[in-house]
């Protein structure tokens, strides 16, 4: 089959309309390569370099009729959604090429349970697990743990519908509040260590990775507050040990990569490695079946090499042919401004100024007729930086952050803080 796709992808339309979006049109749109561009549904952002069609992403039909009718050349998925209900699948039975899992293959973001599996017939270092459906045999399964908890959703909830605390009480409440929405609950030991996220470009067998980067998921500085969907993030890591990546790769990325392709649903697109970097190793948090949001815009904002040229060589199953990626030196920083309210019910239809400065991408955006660019999410703008150290593209970050403009708005003042002081270090055995 690859033989019969065209030599370069000339059309892209970009599935999402978050800040991962804008910041992979963006990409893109630097590359000479690409001579169209869409995105769906988009955001006012991704609307100044990309046309713009509404489309609902959890509806394979609509995405697929959307490729076939632009005549995309390659269809790029941003978010988790559209793969897990297989919309990859249908585009490509419409014979158009994909950056982006199969259903079948999306299962390692989308069910836990199955992640855990494949782990385990890996061999791949990661969390001790119990799966509770049955409120009678919760109390039980919560001694095996502690004393810190780790409950989750064992089905999509993007971070938000995990719980981790020492508090017993507080991790019953939390499984039997989804117990009684009918989800399975995951209980998980606790992993010590400082979280990173590897993003690897995977063709079905071949695994590249890109620059690690640490994503900061609580809403409040200190790691205070509730999980969000991340409010913030950096890369490279200059912490991180000089082998971190290749062992990821080794140990975890490419095995589950080959276990994938063993039980013949190889994946293809984008595999993320949430890590936690413990003192036996990294072990994975989690496993998602595309880019994540908000790494990407500071992981993106150093690739040197044209972003077109990868997917194609993805979708092509050529990764292992592809030359070594180049990388700006330095480091980036992305420091998200969210609504009042995230991660609960966010307020939105507030006026944004200052949206369309350099460094700044779209997250939850809209235009409105009269040009007026509108708050329509949770997380709104994602502000990025580079410079020649983290401290520099920290500061820059923050410069830019002081120049936008969102009535009731919050941000995480310490992105990337603690790196930048030296504070981050490896627990010991
Ligand atoms: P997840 O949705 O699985 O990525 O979990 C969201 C966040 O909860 C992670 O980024 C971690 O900060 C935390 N977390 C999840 N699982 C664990 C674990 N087993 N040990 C420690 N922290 C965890
Ligand atoms: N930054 C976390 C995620 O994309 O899932």
Redo the contacts with the bound molecule.
Sequence with gaps: MPHALPSRFVRILVIGGGGREHAIVLALSHDPSVTALACAPGNAGTAALAETYGVDVAKPDEVAGLATKWQADLVVFGPETPLVAGASDAVRAAGIPCFGPSKDAARIEGSKAFAKDVMLAAGVPT?HSEVVDNPAKLDAALTHFGPTW?V?DDGL?A?K??L?TGDFDAARVHALKLLDGGHPVLL????DGP?ASLFCLVDGTTVVPLLPAQDF?RVGDGDAGP?TGGMGAYAPLPWAPDDLVETVVRTIVQPTVDELARRGTPFSGLLYA?L?LTSSGPQV??FNCRFGDPETQAVLALLHTPLASLFNAVARGELAEQPPLEWESGAAVTVVVAAEGYPGRPRVDDVIQGGDVQGVLHSGTRRREDGAVLSAGGRVLSVVATGADLATAREEAYRRVEGVHLPGSHYRTDIALRAVQGEISLPTA
């Design positions: 969390a780790v989750k909830a971070g519908g995990v981790v998980e030991s606790f992993l979280e998921k999980n949430g936690a948090i989690e």
